[in-house]
């Protein structure tokens, strides 16, 4: 692979973050006075002060940010005003729990999407493949939290069979990985089918018939592969939609994870928390990009080339 490409996407990687992070620093600054929200609008005057002079608040934005920066060069992320604890301390302690969730739902997205649009395509126009792009369309299209709501109502107001919230055991786990995996999962029986229905039309696909092998060893050897490749770029999308979908499912079940911490932090204005959770996830949805930008330039050396202007 060209190194010049690789240096070229680290590089626009470290960048996209540093602006992520640059761009949430200056919004929180810009959306309230923690102080008032720590000690409350009745709060004396000289209190406030002294806390905005405590936690460098009373410095130009400017100064905050350089002091932000060289702080996290340090490993020094912040204080959490209302845990009452160093951030990071009080972001990994959720983390397992959101990687859990994420985790799981990830394997199940995959197991029912992939297989799903693999055999939609392979039985294009029949009833199965538009039965299936059917409950896609209908499970692309419906919103987590409604999704969410109707979960609750009917297995644990009705029938009384999952708790709604918490995370002690696995039946815990059951509802909030339906609801996002309901979704997930019909995008990517969406795109597989396509991805299958382009390949399956391919003259090497013929070719393949002609030279004497069966059906199910063409599209094993050759749809198969070829169809997988176009696959790696969702996978980048489905990083973003998961942590999207993660704030949203979080909240409503109560699962104790980054998701719903990031909610409080935003509301009540925890800084750090907030600066912290942000940065994993800029960091984790580039890495994810990279990582597949690597990937084409290594499936396919054109790209790189390409891209590089060789």
Request: proline share 4%.
């Amino acid at each position: 692979m060209n190194m010049l490409y690789v240096l070229q996407k680290l590089a626009r990687a470290l960048l996209t973050v540093l602006l992520i992070v640059t761009t949430v620093f200056v919004v929180l600054r810009l959306s309230g006075d923690p102080a008032i929200y720590v000690l409350g609008l009745d709060a004396d005057p000289r209190a406030l002060d002294a806390f905005r002079q405590q936690w460098g608040l009373d410095l130009p934005i400017w100064q905050q940010y350089l002091h932000f920066l060289g702080n996290c060069l340090q490993g020094d992320f912040g204080y959490s005003y209302f845990e009452e604890r160093d951030a990071m301390t009080a972001v990994l302690e959720r983390l397992p729990k959101t990687l859990l969730l994420m985790g799981i739902t990830g394997i199940c997205t995959l197991l029912i999407g992939v297989p799903a649009g693999i055999y939609a395509a392979l039985h294009r126009n029949s009833w199965v493949d538009r039965l299936t792009m059917l409950v896609s369309v209908a499970g692309f299209s419906l919103p987590n939290f409604v999704l969410g709501i109707f979960l609750i109502l009917l297995f644990s107001v009705t029938w009384q069979l999952l708790p709604s919230s918490g995370s002690g055991t696995w039946q815990h786990l059951v509802m909030p990985v339906l609801t996002m995996t309901v979704a997930e999962a019909a995008v990517f029986a969406r795109f597989t089918r396509s991805a299958m229905l382009e390949v399956l039309n391919q003259p090497y696909m013929r070719t393949a018939r002609a030279k004497g092998l069966r059906w199910h060893q063409a599209v094993r050897r050759h749809a198969l592969p070829n169809a997988a490749i176009p696959l790696i770029t969702v996978v980048g999308f489905f990083v973003g939609t998961l942590v999207a979908g993660g704030v949203v499912t979080e909240s409503l079940f109560a699962w104790p994870g980054l998701g719903r911490l990031l909610v409080s932090s935003v509301a009540n204005r925890d800084l750090a928390v907030v600066q912290i959770i942000v940065m994993l996830i800029a960091c984790s949805m580039v890495l994810t990009n990279l990582v597949i930008d690597l990937l084409y330039g290594w499936l396919d050396p054109r790209v790189a080339s390409l891209r590089t202007g060789d």
